[in-house]
């Protein structure tokens, strides 16, 4: 079987083709940054419009790079929620057009699942239960996966997201727009002593995130050095040291709460290289494994969605032709599926 997934709950149109007997036969990928770049953020409106002008383009691309037609697709997954109304509808409206015109499934898919699977399209992939960070832009929680769609919120960001908190800091210090990427890279080049931020909410019980005081803490030595080149990579540093280990102190936390041994991170911040190191090497250390999905599967994609929406059409998930998208979902209001 193959299904066609579809994200566009953001400033991404990511477009692709899962078979489930080959894996991923296709994958495309249309990154908004340079439409938001002067606005300093993601415009809904501007996410939109460029949705509908590369949505169906990328479509056909894809589906002539797996070599088919419209009637080798068995099902047409698309992004319900959580995400930007406007483009979660047009992702959703082509999806379910397409589906009524192929006369086969659509099946929405929650954007948070969809990431929590991505590690699944590696050779290494995670067996339920585990636990899940998911870290973006948007998003900070573990979850408690005891089989696919039955999720427990174990904790989440009670203010920023990690990758909020990094943009924001980025802008700080005056890196372009999207900030989190272009501060880690700077970290790169400071040195690791010469500031010390805070750990927040790690010296307390209980799972949950703050990272707005590391923005503010950020701001405060920022007014209070003279800044250079070097003084700013130092204080990326200093910031991006503080949230992977807190990141890490809260992951081997959840699994000591769970008793599980495996943990995956997934989104955006997944990517990031010292967090991936970091994690590995602590988790490692009271046996556990990490898994986590290549770079490019961590941001917005296709691929997670067609994955995510293969597992579910083989637990027989289908829709009307009713299109509803949700600016906020909670992945505890999915069903179990019957088998995974």
């Given at each position: 079987m193959?299904?066609?997934?579809?994200?566009?709950?953001?400033?991404?149109?990511?477009?692709?083709?899962?078979?489930?007997?080959?894996?991923?036969?296709?994958?495309q990928?249309?990154?908004?940054?340079?439409?938001?770049?002067?606005?300093g953020?993601?415009?809904?409106?501007?996410?939109?419009?460029?949705?509908?002008?590369?949505?169906?383009?990328?479509?056909?691309?894809?589906?002539?790079?797996?070599?088919?037609?419209?009637?080798?697709?068995?099902?047409?997954a698309?992004?319900?929620?959580?995400?930007?109304?406007?483009?979660l509808l047009?992702?959703?409206?082509?999806?379910?057009?397409?589906?009524?015109?192929?006369?086969?499934?659509?099946?929405?898919?929650?954007?948070?699942?969809?990431?929590?699977?991505?590690?699944?399209?590696?050779?290494?992939?995670?067996?339920?239960?585990f636990?899940?960070?998911?870290?973006?832009?948007?998003?900070?929680?573990?979850?408690?996966?005891?089989?696919?769609?039955?999720?427990q919120?174990?904790?989440?960001?009670?203010?920023?997201?990690?990758g909020?908190?990094?943009?924001k800091?980025?802008?700080?210090?005056?890196?372009d727009?999207?900030?989190?990427?272009?501060?880690s890279?700077?970290?790169?080049?400071?040195?690791?002593?010469?500031?010390?931020?805070?750990?927040?909410?790690?010296?307390?019980p209980?799972?949950?995130?703050?990272?707005?005081?590391?923005?503010?803490?950020?701001?405060?030595?920022?007014?209070?050095n003279?800044?250079?080149?070097?003084?700013?990579?130092?204080?990326?540093?200093?910031?991006?040291?503080?949230?992977?280990?807190?990141?890490?102190?809260?992951?081997?936390?959840?699994?000591?709460?769970?008793?599980?041994?495996?943990?995956?991170?997934?989104?955006?911040?997944s990517?990031?290289r010292?967090?991936?190191?970091?994690?590995?090497?602590?988790i490692?250390?009271?046996?556990?494994?990490?898994?986590?999905?290549?770079?490019?599967f961590?941001?917005?994609?296709?691929?997670?969605?067609?994955?995510?929406?293969m597992?579910?059409?083989?637990?027989?998930?289908?829709?009307?032709?009713?299109?509803?998208?949700?600016?906020?979902?909670?992945?505890?209001?999915?069903?179990?599926?019957?088998?995974t």
């Amino acid at each position: 079987m193959r299904v066609l997934g579809i994200e566009t709950s953001c400033d991404e149109t990511g477009i692709a083709i899962y078979d489930d007997q080959v894996g991923l036969l296709a994958n495309q990928l249309y990154s908004q940054v340079k439409v938001h770049a002067n606005y300093g953020g993601v415009v809904p409106e501007l996410a939109s419009r460029d949705h509908i002008s590369k949505t169906i383009p990328l479509i056909r691309t894809v589906v002539q790079e797996a070599g088919l037609t419209g009637g080798d697709i068995d099902a047409v997954a698309y992004t319900e929620g959580p995400g930007l109304i406007g483009a979660l509808l047009v992702g959703a409206t082509i999806g379910r057009s397409l589906a009524f015109a192929w006369r086969v499934p659509s099946i929405p898919i929650h954007h948070m699942e969809g990431h929590l699977l991505a590690p699944m399209l590696e050779e290494k992939s995670p067996k339920c239960p585990f636990v899940a960070l998911l870290v973006s832009g948007g998003h900070t929680q573990l979850i408690n996966v005891m089989e696919i769609g039955k999720y427990q919120l174990l904790g989440e960001s009670i203010d920023d997201a990690a990758g909020e908190a990094f943009d924001k800091t980025a802008k700080l210090l005056g890196l372009d727009y999207p900030g989190g990427p272009a501060l880690s890279l700077i970290a790169q080049q400071g040195q690791a002593s010469r500031f010390v931020f805070p750990r927040p909410m790690t010296n307390r019980p209980g799972l949950d995130f703050s990272f707005s005081g590391l923005k503010t803490f950020a701001a405060n030595i920022i007014r209070s050095n003279s800044m250079d080149q070097q003084t700013a990579a130092d204080i990326a540093r200093a910031f991006e040291d503080a949230v992977v280990d807190t990141l890490v102190i809260k992951c081997k936390r959840a699994l000591e709460k769970t008793g599980y041994k495996r943990l995956v991170i997934a989104g955006g911040v997944s990517a990031n290289r010292p967090l991936r190191l970091k994690m590995a090497e602590s988790i490692t250390k009271i046996g556990g494994q990490v898994f986590y999905a290549r770079p490019e599967f961590c941001t917005d994609n296709g691929a997670m969605i067609a994955l995510a929406g293969m597992i579910r059409l083989k637990n027989g998930v289908s829709c009307s032709l009713d299109i509803n998208v949700k600016a906020r979902w909670s992945l505890a209001d999915l069903s179990p599926l019957t088998t995974t």
